[in-house]
């Protein structure tokens, strides 16, 4: 059962799924299954944040990255701000810790 609930990618269809599954089966299953299968989906709930997160830090740095260069090269702050979607004082301080 755990397996099969690994494998549907959208977590809230996967949790979806799982209850009813835990509904279904709870009169044959032992409690430590039970108990099992609750705390690997909220593993499965944990990683994909801890994924999500990380995802999110490295778009983070890669939107520095790219405000760097493009102030080295001369930009506008406001325009830096702009097209990497940084708030403008992200990209003054950016500004201020690489002319320093």
Do not use: C, F
Not at 50 to 68: K, L
Not at 74 to 88: H, N, W
Request: hydrophobic share 40%; glycine share 6%.
């Amino acid at each position: 059962m755990l397996e099969l609930t690994k494998r549907i990618t959208d977590p809230y269809e996967q949790n979806y799924v799982a209850a009813l599954m835990l509904g279904i089966s709870g009169r044959h299953m032992s409690q430590d299954q039970e108990r099992l299968i609750k705390e690997a989906l909220r593993m499965t709930n944990v990683v994909r944040e801890i994924e999500q997160e990380a995802r999110e830090e490295g778009r983070q740095e890669g939107r520095q990255d790219v405000a760097r260069i493009m102030l080295s090269r001369g930009m506008d702050v406001a325009a830096v701000a702009e097209m990497t979607g940084l708030s403008l004082d992200a990209v003054r301080q950016l500004q201020a810790r690489d002319t320093h």
